[in-house]
């Protein structure tokens, strides 16, 4: 098995807290704002308040060419705070997301503890390591700036 621990820490400036909670728990529109990782995002069981016990199967294709298919499990939500889930299938463990109301703006962490299960790409991991971690660097960047852009939206709509 390879595993991989990432945190990927993002600031947001002259934002609320809620703002950036009920985009992260807006798990159906992931591909109309970070469609550069997620390719499709079906909600297969839609979870309780907060999405909490929300099941969703994805397709995660970033800069090279292979596509993981996974499905995630929210099991625990803390609103605004954060939320935990669990992944199965090419992606095998942890994501949390935490986040934290700091001097007008929102400060967002994101831990992704997880284990390859696609054969071949588990095979080749060794090899590849450093370039599969800037592939991962790089979708993170993305949806940084596509939750950026998200946000800009959702006010415009208000």
Same mark, same amino acid.
């Given at each position: 098995?390879?595993?991989?621990?990432?945190?990927?820490?993002?600031?947001?400036?002259?934002?609320?807290?809620?703002?950036?909670?009920?985009? =992260?728990?807006?798990?159906?529109? =992931?591909?109309?704002?970070?469609?550069? =990782?997620?390719?499709?995002?079906?909600?297969?069981?839609?979870? $309780?308040?907060?999405?909490? *016990?929300?099941?969703?199967?994805?397709?995660?294709?970033?800069?090279?060419? /292979?596509?993981?298919?996974?499905?995630?499990?929210?099991?625990?939500?803390? /609103?605004?705070? $954060?939320?935990?889930?669990?992944?199965?299938?090419?992606?095998?463990?942890? *994501?949390?997301?935490?986040?934290?109301?700091?001097?007008?703006?929102?400060?967002?962490? /994101?831990?992704?503890?997880?284990?390859?299960?696609?054969?071949?790409?588990?095979?080749?991991?060794?090899?590849?390591?450093?370039?599969?971690?800037?592939?991962?660097?790089?979708?993170?960047?993305?949806?940084?700036? *596509?939750?950026?852009?998200?946000?800009?939206?959702?006010?415009?709509?208000?």
């Amino acid at each position: 098995m390879q595993h991989y621990d990432f945190l990927t820490r993002w600031r947001f400036e002259e934002c609320d807290i809620t703002e950036v909670a009920d985009i =992260l728990e807006d798990t159906a529109s =992931l591909p109309a704002w970070w469609p550069q =990782l997620f390719k499709s995002v079906e909600i297969v069981e839609s979870g $309780g308040p907060h999405a909490l *016990g929300q099941v969703a199967r994805c397709a995660c294709r970033a800069r090279l060419p /292979y596509t993981l298919h996974f499905t995630y499990t929210v099991t625990d939500a803390t /609103y605004p705070d $954060g939320s935990t889930l669990r992944s199965t299938g090419d992606l095998v463990g942890t *994501g949390v997301w935490r986040l934290a109301a700091r001097d007008r703006g929102v400060d967002v962490e /994101y831990s992704w503890r997880v284990d390859l299960e696609k054969p071949w790409l588990r095979a080749i991991s060794p090899v590849l390591r450093p370039l599969l971690a800037w592939n991962h660097e790089w979708s993170m960047s993305k949806g940084e700036d *596509g939750l950026r852009r998200e946000i800009a939206r959702r006010r415009d709509l208000r």
